[in-house]
C-alpha cells in the first residue's frame, strides 16, 4: 500500500531535482571554463539568498512572470501556441497608462479603470489572433508573432509620441499617474510576519493579482465545465469535437482569457514603479512567461515555483553584476539548462508513470505483460 | 475449404481442386519455372487479433495477380511482409524459388521487390531525377552526384518498360497519374522486377486509371512481375491474370480472371456461409426515433459523398449499414453527430428536426455515438477514465452541476460503468491510455448505454478487440435494443451485421442501394451490392 505511494511521491520530485542538479553543473562548468571561481559564485547567490530584500525582490520579479505564464498557458492547455502575450501586454500596459493618466477617480476606482482597461486591450488584441484563426483559418503561431510586431513596433512606436508628457525628459513617456491610480505596496502585510524591510524596496500590491489568476486559472479548469472542454480540446481536438465541445467558440474564450491575462503582465510597473509607460518599459515578459509555463507544466502550483525560481535568479543576476563576481549571463544560462533538462526529465518520468499504469491496467485485466 | 455449395451458379467454377490453392499451383504452367512469389503459410498476429491466418499465395512470374478483400481483411499486413516492413510470426516466403526472410525494405529491394504505396512518397520540391535517385545516388567521384549517368538509365529504364517521365520536372508541377508514374519507374530504377500497388487506383481519376492499366500491361509484356491489391472488382478483373481473394485474414480461393465474373469474386470477398440472425423477439413497429431524408453530403471535392441517402431507425429497431469502407459512412455519420453539415437533406431526432443543430444539442436530445476509431474519436487516451466517461455528457447529471464539474458524481458514474460494463481497470484515476483495446472500447459502450440515450449511432463497435469483449458488447447493444434503443449501426464484420440488425441496408458509392432482410440474405447478393457488382451486371444488361 505504501509503496505505490512514495513510488508517486518520488516520481513527482524527481523531474525537478535532477534539473536543479543537472542545471547547477553546467552552470559550475561553464563558470570554471570562464575563469571564475564557481564555489563562490554560488556562495554569493545562496548569501544574498537568504536576505528578506532579496525574497521581496524575487517576488516583485515573479509576480509578472507568474501572470505571462498563466496567460501561455490558458492557451497550451489547449494545444493553442499562443505566442502573443508580448505584444499583448506591452500594449495594453500602454493603452492602460494613457488612460490611467487622463481620468481622475477616487483611488480604488481609479485602479480598477487601469487594470480592467489592460485586461480589456489585452483580450481584445489576442482576441484578434482568434478571430484569424476561426474564421480564415490563420495559424495562431504565424498570427500572435506577426501581431507582436504590430503592436510594439507599430501601434506602440507611433502613438508613444502623441502622449509624451515633457519632450525634454532623459526618459520620455506618458504623463505619470495620479497617487489615486496606484496600488499600495504589500511591506506591512510581509512586516508583519519579519523585520522591517530596508529602504527603497516595496512588494508591489498587483502580486494580489497574480494569486487572484493563479486561483482562477485553477479553479476554472479543473473544476467547470467550461474547464474539461478546455482540456478535453486540448488533449485530444477530434474527440472533444464529437463529444459535442464546439471548437470555434474555445478557441476565442481561450484566446481571450489569454489576452486578459496577459493585460495584466504590466501592471506592476504601470501601477506601482513606474506610474507611467516610458521608453525603458520591460520588454521581454511575454517570451519568458513561455518559458515558465513550460517548466511549471502548464499547472497553477507549478509554474508558481517555476516562476520564483526565474525570479530569484534573476535577482540574483543583479547581485553578481555589482560584485562582478562573475558575469551575470550565467544566470540566463542557469534557467537555460534548467529549463532544458526539466523537460527532458518530465518526459521521461512521465513515460515510467505511462509504464506502470499499464503494467497495473494488464494485471487487473488477467494479462500477463 | 467449405464454402463451395455457395458457388454452384458461378460460371467455370471448379470447386475446390482448382480455385484453392494450398499446395503450389506450380504444376499448370512454368513446370519448371519456380514461381515469383510463394508464401506458404504466413501468420501474423497483432494484440488481439490475427492479421494474417497462415495465408498462402503463389504468383507465377510475368503474370498481373490481384489481392482482392474488404478493407481489413488482412491484404495490406501481408504486402507489409513481403516487402520487409513487418515480420511475419510464422510461415515461409520463397522469391523465385528461393527461401527469404526479409527484415527491412532495403533487404526486399535487394531481391527485386518493389512497393508503390497508396499514398505518394515523393518530395515535391525536388526534380523527377532527384526522387528517383533519392536515397541511393549515383556518385563520381569527389562526391558529386552523377546526373548525367542517372537520367541516362532513367531514359534506359523508360524505353525498356514503355513509361516517359521528364526528368527535370519539378513533381509539385506533376498530375496524380503522372506522380504515379514517378514512383513506379523509382522502384524499376531501383532494379525491381516484382511489384507492389498497394490500391493504385484509389487516387486516379478514370482516365489516368486506363493510362496505368496500359503501363502496367507493357509492363508485364517486358517480363516484370506485379502484385496488384484492390478491391473494385471490375478494375481488377479488367487488368489481371489471377486473382487471391483474402477474407479476415486467410486465403480464400486463388482463381483466373477469364473465369470469373465480378459476381463470383463478391461472393469470394464476402463468403458463402453467412450467419444467421441471432437478434430475437422482433419489436419493431416503434415510433420513427432518427429519420435521415433525401441527405446529401459533399466532399472536399464538392462531389457527393452521401448522395440522396434516406433512412429511418425505429424505436427497439437496429439498422445495419453495410458497405465497403470508403463509400460515404463516415461522412454520413458525421452529418447525423453534426460534425459535417449535409449541402442538402434533413435529420430529424425524436421528431425534431436537427440538420443544423450543434454536436452538443444532438447529444443533449439523447444521441449517443459509439465513434468508428476509438483512439481518435473516442478517448483522451492521457486523461483519466472518469474523465473519458464524462466526454460527450459533460453538460448533464452526474458529470455537471450547472457550472460546475461535478467530481465526485463523474468519478461514481465511472466506478458504475466500470461495474456494469466489466471495464477492467486498477481504478477510475488511470488513463486510458493504459487500458487495453477491448477495455477502452467496454469503457466507450458503457459510457454512451448510461446516458441512456435515445438513439445510438455505433460504428465498428468491436473491431480490433477480441472475442470476448466482442460477445460482451454485442449483448450490451442487444439488452438495449430490447429497451427500446434505436441502433443505426456501420459495420465491415457482415456476423456482426446480420447477428444483430433487423434490416441492412448497403451503400455503395455514397448511395443506399439496397435493403435487405437479414434473415433471407444471400452472400450472393450482399457481396454484389456491397462491390456495385449488381450496378454493374443491371447496367450491363441495359
Known amino acids: 500500500m505504501s509503496n505505490p505511494l512514495v513510488r508517486k511521491i518520488v516520481l513527482a520530485l524527481a523531474a525537478p531535482v535532477v ?109 484578434l489572433a482568434g478571430l484569424m484563426n476561426i474564421t480564415r483559418g490563420v495559424n495562431v503561431v504565424i498570427s500572435t508573432i506577426m501581431l507582436n510586431f504590430v503592436a510594439t ?64 486559472f485553477h479553479v476554472v479548469l479543473n473544476r467547470t465545465r467550461l474547464g474539461f472542454d478546455i482540456r478535453a480540446s486540448g488533449k485530444n481536438p477530434v474527440a472533444a469535437r464529437v463529444g459535442g465541445v464546439p471548437p470555434k467558440r474555445m478557441v476565442m474564450y481561450a484566446m481571450l482569457a489569454t489576452g486578459a491575462s496577459a493585460g495584466l503582465v504590466g501592471m506592476p510597473e504601470i501601477l506601482s514603479d513606474n506610474n507611467a509607460y516610458d521608453q525603458g518599459f520591460i520588454q521581454g515578459l511575454g517570451f519568458a512567461g513561455i518559458a515558465i509555463a513550460l517548466l511549471g507544466r502548464n499547472s497553477a502550483g507549478g509554474m508558481v515555483f517555476a516562476a520564483l525560481l526565474f525570479g530569484f535568479l534573476d535577482s540574483s543576476s543583479a547581485v553578481l553584476q555589482v560584485r562582478a563576481s562573475a558575469s551575470s549571463e550565467i544566470v540566463v544560462i542557469m534557467q537555460a539548462t534548467f529549463l532544458l533538462a526539466a523537460v527532458v526529465a518530465y518526459e521521461v518520468i512521465n513515460r515510467i508513470r505511462q509504464r506502470d499504469e499499464v503494467s497495473r491496467a494488464a494485471q487487473m485485466a488477467g494479462v500477463t505483460s | 475449404m467449405k464454402g463451395g455449395a455457395g458457388l454452384v451458379s458461378g460460371p ?63 491484404k495490406s499486413t501481408l504486402m507489409k511482409i513481403l516487402y520487409g516492413m513487418q515480420k511475419a510470426d510464422e510461415g515461409v516466403m520463397k522469391v523465385n524459388g528461393q527461401e527469404v526472410s526479409f527484415s527491412s525494405p532495403t533487404e526486399a529491394i535487394a531481391q527485386g521487390i518493389g512497393m508503390v504505396h497508396q499514398h505518394f512518397m515523393l518530395a515535391d520540391q525536388m526534380s523527377v531525377i532527384e526522387n528517383v535517385i533519392l536515397g541511393s545516388e549515383p556518385m563520381k567521384s569527389a562526391g558529386r552526384i552523377d546526373f548525367e549517368g542517372a537520367k541516362a538509365r532513367l531514359a534506359e529504364v523508360g524505353a525498356a518498360y514503355g513509361l516517359s517521365v521528364n526528368p527535370d520536372d519539378l513533381v509539385d508541377s506533376l498530375e496524380v497519374g503522372e506522380r504515379q508514374r514517378v514512383e513506379i519507374i523509382k522502384v524499376l530504377f531501383r532494379g525491381a522486377r516484382i511489384l507492389i500497388l498497394d490500391e493504385p487506383t484509389a487516387v486516379l481519376v478514370p482516365q489516368e486509371v486506363e493510362e496505368l492499366f496500359k503501363n502496367l500491361r507493357e509492363l508485364k509484356q517486358d517480363g516484370a512481375t506485379i502484385l496488384f491489391i484492390d478491391h473494385k472488382l471490375e478494375e481488377v478483373l479488367d487488368i489481371s491474370d489471377s486473382i487471391t481473394v483474402i477474407r479476415k485474414g486467410k486465403t480464400v480461393a486463388t482463381v483466373k480472371a477469364s473465369d470469373v465474373t465480378a459476381g463470383d469474386l463478391a461472393e469470394l470477398m464476402v463468403g458463402s456461409e453467412l450467419p444467421s440472425p441471432t437478434t430475437t423477439e422482433a419489436v419493431v413497429g416503434g415510433d420513427v426515433a432518427l429519420e435521415v431524408r433525401n441527405l446529401t453530403v459533399l466532399d472536399e471535392d464538392e462531389r457527393p459523398a452521401v448522395n440522396d441517402v434516406s433512412v429511418a431507425v425505429h424505436k427497439g429497431e437496429i439498422v445495419g449499414v453495410a458497405g465497403i469502407e470508403g463509400n460515404g459512412q463516415t461522412e454520413l455519420i458525421n452529418a447525423i453527430i453534426g460534425i459535417d453539415q ?90 486510458a491510455r493504459a487500458l487495453s483495446g477491448g477495455n477502452q472500447q467496454k469503457l466507450i459502450i458503457g459510457r454512451e448505454m448510461s446516458a441512456k440515450p435515445e438513439v445510438l449511432i455505433a460504428a465498428h463497435p468491436t473491431r480490433g478487440i477480441d472475442v470476448g469483449a466482442q460477445a460482451d458488447v454485442w449483448n450490451d447493444i442487444r439488452a438495449a435494443r430490447a429497451n427500446g434503443l434505436a441502433t443505426l449501426l456501420f459495420s465491415a464484420d457482415l456476423e456482426e451485421l446480420i447477428g444483430l440488425s433487423d434490416t441492412i441496408v448497403v451503400m455503395f458509392h455514397g448511395r443506399l442501394v439496397a435493403t435487405l432482410d437479414p434473415a433471407e440474405i444471400d452472400p450472393r447478393t450482399l457481396g454484389s451490392y456491397m462491390t456495385g457488382a449488381a450496378l454493374a451486371e443491371t447496367e450491363g444488361a441495359a
Open chain 1, 19 to 127: 534539473a536543479g542538479v543537472f542545471a547547477i553543473i553546467i552552470s559550475a562548468i561553464i563558470l570554471e571554463l570562464s575563469g571564475s571561481d564557481s564555489i563562490q559564485t554560488f556562495q554569493t547567490v545562496l548569501e544574498n539568498g537568504a536576505k528578506l530584500e532579496t525574497f521581496i525582490d524575487t517576488l516583485n520579479r515573479a509576480t509578472p512572470l507568474y501572470l505571462s505564464a498563466v496567460a501561455a498557458a490558458i492557451g497550451f492547455r489547449m494545444n493553442i501556441f499562443n505566442i502573443g502575450v508580448e505584444g499583448q501586454y506591452i500594449l495594453a500596459a500602454f493603452v492602460a497608462a494613457v488612460v490611467g493618466s487622463r481620468i481622475d477617480l477616487p483611488g480604488p476606482l481609479h485602479v480598477l479603470v487601469i487594470v480592467l482597461t489592460a485586461m480589456l486591450v489585452g483580450a481584445a488584441f489576442s482576441g
Open chain 1, 153 to 216: 513596433g507599430g501601434i506602440v512606436a507611433a502613438l508613444l509620441p502623441r502622449v509624451i508628457e515633457d519632450p525634454t525628459a532623459a526618459n520620455q513617456g506618458t504623463p505619470t499617474i495620479a497617487e489615486s491610480g496606484r496600488i499600495p505596496n504589500l511591506n506591512g502585510i510581509v512586516e508583519v510576519f519579519t523585520r522591517e524591510i530596508g529602504k527603497g524596496r516595496e512588494l508591489t500590491g498587483v502580486l494580489m493579482f497574480a494569486v487572484l489568476a493563479g486561483i482562477a
Open chain 2, 12 to 74: 467455370a467454377f471448379v470447386f475446390p481442386a482448382r480455385l484453392v490453392s494450398p499446395s503450389p499451383a506450380s504444376q499448370e504452367r512454368h513446370v519448371a519455372l519456380s514461381p515469383a512469389i510463394e508464401l506458404i503459410g504466413i501468420t501474423k498476429r497483432f494484440p488481439g487479433v490475427i492479421a494474417n491466418d497462415s495465408v498462402n499465395l503463389t504468383v507465377e512470374e510475368g503474370e498481373i495477380h490481384a489481392i482482392c478483400g474488404e478493407n481489413g481483411a488482412g
Open chain 2, 342 to 431: 449535409p449541402a442538402s437533406g434533413q435529420i430529424t431526432l425524436l421528431g425534431e428536426d436537427i440538420t443544423s443543430a450543434s454536436v452538443r444539442h444532438r447529444r443533449e436530445a439523447g444521441l449517443g455515438l459509439v465513434p468508428q476509431d476509438r483512439h481518435s474519436e473516442g478517448l483522451l487516451l492521457d486523461a483519466p477514465l472518469w474523465e473519458n466517461a464524462a466526454l460527450g455528457h459533460q453538460t448533464k447529471a452526474p458529470f455537471a452541476k450547472g457550472i460546475w464539474l461535478d467530481r465526485p458524481g463523474a468519478r461514481g458514474r465511472t466506478a458504475e460503468i466500470r461495474e456494469e460494463f466489466d471495464v477492467r481497470s486498477p481504478g477510475v484515476d488511470v488513463s
